[in-house]
């Protein structure tokens, strides 16, 4: 198992200016080890524990006013990414702890699953695999493939004010009609109008 990077064991000429308290000012030697211990594993969160780091709110107005820190903390985070994916298999697979053994009333070794460490296995795989989809839901998102057949019904409400209105202009366009000019109705001339109302009036004689 490798040591976790940090100040101490790099190289003097790489070492960031001795500094009192907590580092404040740009330095690229302390960024590099930020993001290298990021890439393997650990969160920012997790390195600016590190009392010889800066806190957090430090690297993110680094972030802000330092565009080649920015790109080179992506680039990490990606990394981290893909940390926590192998992490998924690594706790998946390892069964070795799975099993616990427990003393019997009569006093006999026994060996019985350990429900409790399956239960934490599994939930730092859900936490795991959240994590992923929020980073890079881009591959390892959930995705929903919709498959569309069919064609598509579009309806429109018509009024019944509108369906009178058409149905007058459909009759006024037919031969024993008028004629019907963008969408308005012209008038009857006189003889036809009289004639429109005979079979009415012949109906009320009867």
């Avoid at 202009?169 to 004629?179: E, I, K, N, Q």
Wanted: with cysteine; aromatic share 6%.
């Amino acid at each position: 198992m490798t040591d976790t990077p940090s100040l101490d064991n790099m190289p003097a000429a790489q070492q960031p200016a001795a500094l009192t308290g907590r580092p404040t000012t740009y330095n690229q030697a302390t960024a590099d080890l930020i993001c290298l211990r990021m890439a393997e594993g650990e969160t920012l969160r997790q390195v600016c524990r590190d009392k010889a780091l800066p806190a957090r709110s430090t690297v993110y107005r680094w972030l802000s006013k330092n565009p080649s820190f920015s790109d080179q903390y992506a680039r990490a985070r990606e990394a981290l990414v893909e940390h926590w994916a192998d992490e998924i298999l690594d706790i998946a697979d390892d069964g070795t702890t799975d099993y616990v053994t427990r003393i019997g009333r009569n006093g006999t070794e026994y060996e019985a699953v350990d429900q409790e460490h399956i239960q934490r296995s599994r939930l730092r795989v859900d936490a795991r695999r959240w994590l992923l989809s929020k980073l890079n839901p881009g591959q390892y998102g959930d995705h929903m493939e919709v498959e569309h057949t069919g064609g598509v019904e579009h309806r429109h409400h018509i009024t019944d004010d509108e369906k009178i209105r058409r149905l007058a202009l459909f009759l006024l366009d037919s031969p024993a009609g008028g004629t019907v000019i963008d969408g308005e109705a012209s008038p009857l001339p006189a003889d036809r109008q009289t004639e429109s109302i005979q079979p009415d009036q012949k109906h009320e004689d009867d």
